[in-house]
C-alpha cells in the first residue's frame, strides 16, 4: 500500500502542470457524478394539492405557483395537480387565503370583505353562499367523499305560521372510487345539514350522489330504511361464514380449489311474550274472618198474646200463640278465609337477528396428474396437459363435517349443506410477449420506486471503477524512458554505435537523472530492492 502512495505520488510530480491541472479536474469531474446520478436517480416525491378542479380554478392555481417558482405536474386531463410534498400544506393555506379553488365555495370569510351600501337581499344571499360553503367543507372532509355540493332554500319568515314555507336542502356528492357511504353516514349527513340550518327538518334534506341517486331516506321511508340496514346485516352475517370457510379449506385444498356461497336469512321481528301462571297446588292463607251470634228468647205470661217474632206471626191471619213454652235460643256462625295463590310472570322478549336457517354450497376442485405422450403420439393431439383426478368420498365427508362445524350446522334448525366435487375451469394464458409485458408492468409497478436510486448507484460505481480506477493504476505505474533508435539504420558493431553518439551512457545516465530526479530515484530503489531479493 505504501509502495503504490508513493508510486501515485511520484507520478503526479513527474507531470507538467496543465497534466496535473487535466488530472484534478478529470478525477473532480467523475467525483461529483456519483452524487448527481443519485439526485438525479431520486426524483422529488410529488402529492396530490387539489383534485377534480375546474379549468378556471386549475388556470388560476397555475398562475399563483408560477410567480412562487414551485415545481408542479398537471395530471387527469388538467384536473389534478402535484406539487413536492414537503410543501404541499403550505401551498394549500397560501391558496386558500388567495380563494383558490374558487369551486369549493366561500364560507363566512365573505363578510370579511363586505363594504357599505349592501343591501338585505345581498346579506341574505351571501349568508346562504356561506352556510352552503362551511356545510360544504364540513362534510368534505368524510374520508369517502371526493366533492360535494350543497343547496339551501331558506323561505322568507311569514306573519302566520300556516303561510310558513319549510326550509329545504339538497346535498350532492361525488364519491371516491371504491369507497362507498353507508346507509348511517348518509343518515348523519341529512342530521348535520338539518341541525345547522335553521327550521330545517330531516325530512326535507335530500342526499344524492354524482350519478343521480337518491341516498338518504325520508321519514316516510323509515321502514324501507329498515330493510336496506337488515339487508346489510344479513349480508354482512353471510360474508362472515364464507369467510370461516373459504379460509379454512384455502389452507386444506389451497387457493382456487373450492368456491363457497351461504345464505342465511335473519329473524327481525321483535317478539314480547308476557305470561301469568298460576299454581293452585301452592296456597297460602292470607287472612282469616270468623264470627258466631247467639241468641236466646224468655217465654212470656198466660192471656198475653204472642208469638214468634219474625214475619209469620205478624201476619192478618196467623195464630197467636198465648203463653210460652219456655225461652228459645237461636245461633249464627260466620266464617271468611282469604288464600293468596302462587303466581309468576315472565316477560320474554326475544332478540333479533337469528338465523332462521342456514343454507351453505361449497365447490371443491379435485387433483390433477400430468399425462405422459406415448411415443407415436403428438402433442396436439393431447387435449391437456393434465388430467382430472376426483376427490374420495372419505375426504370428502371429513371435508363436509370440517364445514358443518365452522359454520354451526343444525338439523333441528332445518339447515342444509350440499359439497360437490367438480373440475374448475381455469383460463388457459399463453406464455409470450402478453405475460411478460404484465409481469415486467406490476414488477416495475412494485418495485420500480426503489430499484431506479440503485441502478443510479451501480453507474456510479462503474464510473470508480472503469475510469478512476485506470487512470489510478496508470498514474501508479513507474515510467521508463523511451530508447531513440537512430534513423539510418542500427549500427553493425558496438564500437560503431559509440562513434555515431557523441556522448557516452555515463553522461546520459547523468542528464537523465538530472532532468528527472524522481524517476532516477525510483529506478535506483528499485535496483536495491532487486539485489536483496537475490
Do not use: C
Not at 452524487?35 to 392555481?61: C, H
Not at 388567495?98 to 366561500?106: H, I, Q, T
Not at 236466646?296 to 198465648?322: D, F, R, W, Y
Not at 530526479?517 to 535506483?524: E, G, H, L, R, S
Amino acid at each position: 500500500m505504501a509502495t503504490f502512495s508513493e508510486s501515485l505520488v511520484t507520478n503526479f510530480q513527474a507531470l507538467t502542470l496543465g497534466q496535473r491541472i487535466g488530472v484534478v479536474v478529470i478525477l473532480a469531474l467523475a467525483i461529483a457524478t456519483i452524487p448527481m446520478l443519485m439526485i438525479l436517480g431520486k426524483e422529488p416525491e410529488l402529492v396530490i394539492l387539489f383534485s377534480q378542479l375546474d379549468s378556471e380554478d386549475t388556470r388560476a392555481i397555475i398562475q399563483e405557483l408560477g410567480k412562487q417558482g414551485v415545481t408542479y405536474e398537471i395530471g387527469e386531463g388538467g384536473n389534478t395537480i402535484t406539487v413536492p410534498a414537503e410543501r404541499v400544506h403550505e401551498l394549500r393555506l397560501q391558496l386558500a387565503s388567495a380563494g383558490l379553488p374558487e369551486s369549493a365555495g366561500v364560507g363566512f370569510e365573505i363578510f370579511d370583505r363586505t363594504g357599505l351600501g349592501v343591501t338585505p337581499f345581498t346579506q341574505q344571499m351571501n349568508y346562504r353562499r356561506a352556510l352552503q360553503g362551511e356545510l360544504a367543507r364540513t362534510i368534505g372532509q368524510i374520508s369517502q367523499v371526493d366533492r360535494v355540493r350543497v343547496h339551501l332554500v331558506i323561505p322568507e319568515k311569514r306573519l302566520f305560521a300556516s303561510e310558513q314555507k319549510p326550509a329545504q336542502a339538497a346535498v350532492v356528492l361525488t364519491m371516491k372510487r371504491g369507497n362507498p357511504l353507508g346507509g348511517a353516514q348518509v343518515q348523519g349527513i341529512v342530521h348535520l345539514v338539518a341541525s345547522s340550518v335553521e327550521g330545517l327538518d330531516p325530512g326535507q334534506v335530500t342526499v344524492v350522489n354524482s350519478h343521480g341517486e337518491v341516498l338518504s331516506k325520508s321519514s316516510a321511508d323509515k321502514d324501507a330504511l329498515m330493510s336496506s340496514t337488515q339487508i346489510d346485516t344479513q349480508r354482512r352475517v353471510e360474508q362472515d361464514l364464507e369467510h370461516r370457510v373459504q379460509t379454512m379449506l384455502d389452507k386444506v385444498l389451497g387457493r382456487d380449489s373450492s368456491v363457497v356461497r351461504v345464505t342465511a336469512p335473519l329473524e327481525f321481528r321483535q317478539v314480547e311474550i308476557t305470561e301469568e301462571i298460576f299454581d293452585p297446588d301452592s296456597q297460602v292463607v292470607r287472612s282469616e274472618n270468623k264470627s258466631q251470634e247467639k241468641v236466646i228468647e224468655q217465654g212470656g205470661q198466660q192471656g198475653i198474646q204472642g208469638g214468634a217474632p219474625g214475619v209469620g206471626s205478624n201476619l192478618p191471619n196467623a195464630q197467636k200463640t198465648i203463653g210460652g213454652k219456655g225461652p228459645k235460643e237461636a245461633k249464627r256462625k260466620n266464617e271468611t278465609v282469604n288464600y293468596e295463590v302462587n303466581r309468576k310472570v315472565m316477560k320474554i322478549i326475544e332478540p333479533t337477528g337469528l338465523i332462521k336457517q342456514l343454507s351453505v354450497a361449497v365447490l371443491v376442485d379435485g387433483t390433477y396428474e400430468a399425462v405422459e405422450i406415448k411415443e407415436g403420439q403428438a402433442e396436439d393431439a393431447v387435449s391437456a396437459d393434465k388430467t382430472y383426478v376426483p376427490r374420495s368420498e372419505q375426504e370428502m365427508e371429513n371435508l363436509l363435517k370440517i364445514v358443518k362445524n365452522a359454520v354451526g350446522f343444525s338439523e333441528k334448525r332445518g339447515d342444509q349443506i350440499e359439497m360437490l366435487n367438480v373440475p374448475f375451469t381455469t383460463p388457459e394464458f399463453l406464455e409470450g410477449e402478453e405475460g411478460m409485458t404484465a409481469g415486467v408492468q406490476s414488477f416495475l409497478a412494485t418495485w420500480g420506486g426503489f430499484l431506479k436510486p440503485i441502478l443510479f448507484f451501480f453507474l456510479g460505481v462503474m464510473v470508480l471503477w472503469f475510469v478512476i480506477r485506470p487512470m489510478a493504476l496508470n498514474l501508479s505505474k513507474s515510467s521508463a524512458s523511451p530508447v531513440v533508435l537512430p534513423q539510418t539504420g542500427l549500427p553493425a558493431t558496438v564500437t560503431e554505435y559509440e562513434a555515431q553518439i557523441s556522448v557516452t551512457p555515463q553522461d546520459e545516465a547523468l542528464k537523465l537523472a538530472t532532468d528527472n530526479p524522481a524517476t532516477a530515484a525510483q529506478v535506483i530503489r528499485t535496483w536495491i530492492k532487486e539485489e536483496q531479493k537475490v
